[in-house]
């Protein structure tokens, strides 16, 4: 299994402002992968972040809100933009496991958004 | 496409006592199964999967799943919950080429 770090851990921010998260991977890995957790509810897929090529975002989320940055194999990360209390969940860095695909997730960063 | 239901959003249970967390996919290729647990104010840990072979498969803590193709199901079981189990847990199911979809969760709250 891959060790997985994010940063911040929790943060509180302001309407209209952005915060970028980052996540830390101990092994060089092709896909990471962004999921938000809102509030008492399941885990949904963000965007895979594909390491010297743009990501590829699921239906419902835009480059321009939710910018990733994939610069070498074992970094990424997200950017949550002009962030509104709607945005306000915990977002979930993880990877791929090498057989078949299971996920390996990190702690989680923790948004609130005022 | 694939998708998955968990039918319970809540299970409480009494130490010691049985429980089944029940979940349902759907999907028109072969599909991958794993439960995930998350305690209190942590990440996702994986507990166990299932990707073929024998559809009884058991995690390291007596949590076993058994993939009922026919059904559609992959049900989480444990014969003697303890209070530590209590968490949230979830199904989630992938074809072969495609992202991990997960269920909304069940929370398990085990009562002294």
């Known amino acids: 299994s891959a060790v997985i770090s994010q940063k911040p851990s929790r943060d509180i921010c302001q309407r209209g402002t952005s915060l970028t998260i980052q996540c830390q991977v101990d092994?060089?890995?092709?896909?990471m992968f962004w999921y938000r957790q809102q509030p008492g509810q399941s885990l949904t897929l963000i965007a895979t972040?594909?390491?010297?090529?743009?990501?590829?975002?699921e239906s419902g989320f835009v480059i321009d809100k939710f910018p990733i940055s994939r610069p070498n194999l074992t970094f990424s990360t997200l950017t949550v933009s002009n962030m509104s209390p709607e945005d306000s969940s915990i977002y979930l860095c993880?990877?791929?496991?090498?057989?078949?695909?299971?996920?390996?997730f990190g702690e989680g960063s923790r948004l609130t958004v005022l | 496409a694939q998708s998955v239901t968990q039918l319970d959003s809540q299970v409480p249970v009494f130490e010691e006592a049985p429980v089944e967390l029940r979940c349902n996919y759907s999907?028109?290729?072969?599909?991958?199964l794993f439960w995930y647990v998350q305690y209190p104010n942590q990440g996702l840990q994986l507990l166990l999967k299932?990707?073929?072979?024998?559809?009884l498969v058991e995690s390291i803590n007596g949590f076993e799943a058994e993939f009922n193709k026919s059904q559609t199901s992959f049900h989480l079981r444990k014969p003697s919950v303890h209070i530590s189990d209590t968490a949230e847990y979830f199904c989630?199911?992938?074809?072969?080429?495609?992202?991990?979809?997960f269920g909304k969760g069940t929370r398990l709250s085990v009562i002294a």
């Open positions: 299932y990707l073929s072979g024998s559809t």
């Open positions: 989630a199911v992938r074809g072969p080429h495609t992202p991990l979809v």
């Open positions: 993880s990877v791929a496991g090498l057989v078949t695909g299971e996920l390996f």
């Open positions: 999907s028109s290729v072969s599909v991958y």
């Open positions: 972040a594909n390491q010297g090529s743009e990501a590829t975002y």
């Open positions: 092994s060089q890995v092709t896909m």
